[in-house]
């Protein structure tokens, strides 16, 4: 459960003690979609990067190999050797993205695989079993992730129906946490704010799903399209309503300098593909701003990506031998850059817990911000 252990402003520094270990938050979710982060990285990897979540999907898990595969094998946990927490998400943003594939009914939606457009149906209680089967630590509800820009007509429609999917979400949870056979009988539900960029829809919204006392609390339906600003915006309204004694997760977000400022607008937990994805194309984030390691000027450069970084990269290998690996299309290119990238994020939220332990977060979010987000 989660324990508020201080405040500066709306930031919170607290700790999020789970079955299968206490989270130091603000935290950073490390997005391994498959059961493994893309770039050649295992689970054992991720504990020399200070990982201290992953992040699972239920979509494709579902899909490949599938849950019931995963439970007989002992849940996800044992599936890719992974001991601290899981949270896995509902499978509603993989939906929300195969648009042309889907119709969403009140029971729920009916899709087309993505792999072999065999037809699929998911529902409230069918993402719980899955996630159930996978044996998380944490389970989403099933949700609609709203489009932006969408009309209010529509969006009124989809929040009041996804009130009613958590409803069910959480009874058939209940249900299943009660079976002899279940794999993690303490598994943990939050809830998901949508509402589109319409703050009075999106306070509306939080105060029903606040009612129902779950484990913690999501914003989603952001960083697909809206502004930075927008998002920051809809943070700010909803965040007086949020439960003060529950995690608060942004779902899918982002940069550096987006965890910061939504770190400042008081959000414990985060995920996002950015740090892999980039660095599998060869965008590195370092203290000084991001650099792109495919550039000419890293050809004769010895020093590591960044001299200000201690990480296992860093420490070991140059610009111009990593520019080289990328150049060669060797593998272990693309895997340095992910380890280099995941430290980075996981250090990032160690300093930004350290500013708030020592009271000094502000000062750290007016430094960094505009560094951190710099192209060089």
């Given amino acids: 459960m989660y324990q508020l252990l201080k405040q500066e402003g ?30 050649g990285i295992s689970s054992y990897d991720l504990k ?32 890719m050797g992974w001991e601290g927490p899981i ?27 993505h792999i ?40 009124q429609k989809s929040i009041n129906r996804t009130v009613r999917w958590l409803i069910r979400c959480k009874k058939e949870m209940e249900r299943l946490n009660s079976l002899p056979d279940t794999i993690n009988p303490n598994q943990l539900l939050f809830g998901i704010n949508q509402g589109s960029t319409y703050k009075d829809l999106r306070i509306e919204h939080m105060k029903k799903i606040a009612e129902l006392d779950l484990d913690g609390y999501a914003i989603g339906g952001l960083a697909v399209g809206e502004t930075a600003q927008e998002m920051y915006e809809t943070i700010e309204a909803v965040e007086p309503y949020m439960p003060k004694d529950k995690i608060r997760y942004l779902m899918g977000v982002g940069t550096p300098v987006n965890i910061i400022e939504a770190v400042y607008r008081g959000v414990d ?6 740090p892999s994805r980039n660095a599998r194309h060869g965008h590195l984030f370092t203290w000084d ?14 020093f590591p990506i960044d001299p200000k970084c201690d990480c296992p990269v860093c420490q070991r290998h140059s610009r111009a031998y990593i520019r080289h690996l990328f150049k060669a299309n060797e593998m272990l290119g693309m895997r340095l850059a992910v380890m280099h990238n995941l430290y980075f994020y996981n250090t990032l939220m160690e ?23 710099k192209r060089i």
Avoid: W
């Fill in 289 to 302: 701003g991001i650099i792109n390691i495919s550039n000419a000027k890293y050809e004769l450069d010895d």
């Fill in 116 to 155: 072999d457009g065999k037809r699929i149906f998911m529902g409230p209680e069918e993402s719980m079993r899955i996630q159930s089967n996978l044996g998380s630590t944490i389970a989403m509800a099933f949700d609609e992730c709203i489009e932006n820009p969408a009309t209010r007509e529509y969006t």
């Fill in 351 to 373: 300093k930004i817990r350290a500013a708030l332990d020592e009271g000094t977060f502000t000062q750290f979010h007016d430094e960094m911000v505009p560094i951190l987000g």
């Fill in 48 to 79: 020399d990067l200070k990982c201290q979540v992953e992040l699972c999907n239920t979509y494709h898990l579902h899909l490949r190999p599938g849950d019931e595969k995963i439970k007989a094998l002992g849940g996800l946990h044992k599936f």
């Fill in 269 to 274: 937990l985060f995920d996002c593909v950015m």
């Fill in 10 to 39: 709306n930031a919170r520094r607290g700790e999020f003690k789970t079955v299968h270990g206490t989270v130091q938050t603000p935290a950073f979710m490390n997005v391994g979609t498959s059961a493994a982060i893309k770039g």
């Fill in 87 to 113: 949270l896995t998400d509902s499978g509603g943003f993989q939906v929300f993205s195969l648009a042309s594939l889907r119709k969403i009914e009140e029971a729920g939606v009916k899709f087309q695989s």
